[in-house]
């Protein structure tokens, strides 16, 4: 086990001034072999910055930007939304790799997806169009049938 008993006293004024000049403790750890030839663990590095009182200099995390709010509005039902509850959803005969069940489904707007649920009855969904996210309806209704669906294969 590595210790401060290990070190003279030049080289442990050369720890101090890394850590001082911002070396965290990987980078101590690190120096310790390259420069005085000591490989050390993590952790009797962890033991050897207690014992010289070793204080790292914490990254202060940038704070959040702000962003101004934006009123988003649902997009009106016309033609081509579709009226409410025109939802389908499918089951597929050999699931999606790494499932236990999935399917598609298409929502009332038109969009449609990949669904499946894992071994751990987890459901995820894969949008046909990227970033798409259906109406908080549109999810309502399809774990409705999704539910009804799964339940009328077993």
């Known amino acids: 086990m ?3 008993s290990d070190l003279n006293e030049e080289q442990v ?3 101090l001034s890394w850590v001082e000049e911002g070396a965290q403790m990987a980078d101590v750890q690190k120096r310790l072999e390259s420069e ?3 490989i050390v663990t993590y952790m009797d590095t962890r033991f050897l910055s207690l014992d ?3 204080e790292f200099q914490v990254e202060e995390e940038p704070e959040p930007e702000v962003v101004p709010e934006v ?3 649902e997009p009106d039902s016309g033609p081509e939304a579709g009226p409410a509850g025109n939802i389908s959803v499918s089951i597929h005969e050999d699931p999606l790799q790494g499932s236990v069940i999935s399917g598609a489904v298409v929502f009332s707007d038109g969009q449609g997806g990949q669904w499946m649920i894992d ?3 987890r459901l995820a969904m894969d949008p046909d169009t990227q970033g798409y996210q ?3 309806a549109d999810v309502v209704e399809f774990q409705e049938k999704l539910r009804e669906a799964v339940e009328s294969q077993g």
Request: aromatic share 10%; net charge negative; hydrophobic share 35%.
């Open 52 to 54: 010289l009182g070793l």
């Open 36 to 38: 005085f030839g000591h």
């Open 71 to 73: 009123e988003v509005k």
């Open 2 to 4: 590595f210790s401060v």
């Open 134 to 136: 259906p109406s908080e």
């Open 119 to 121: 071994q751990e009855g």
């Open 13 to 15: 004024k050369q720890i």
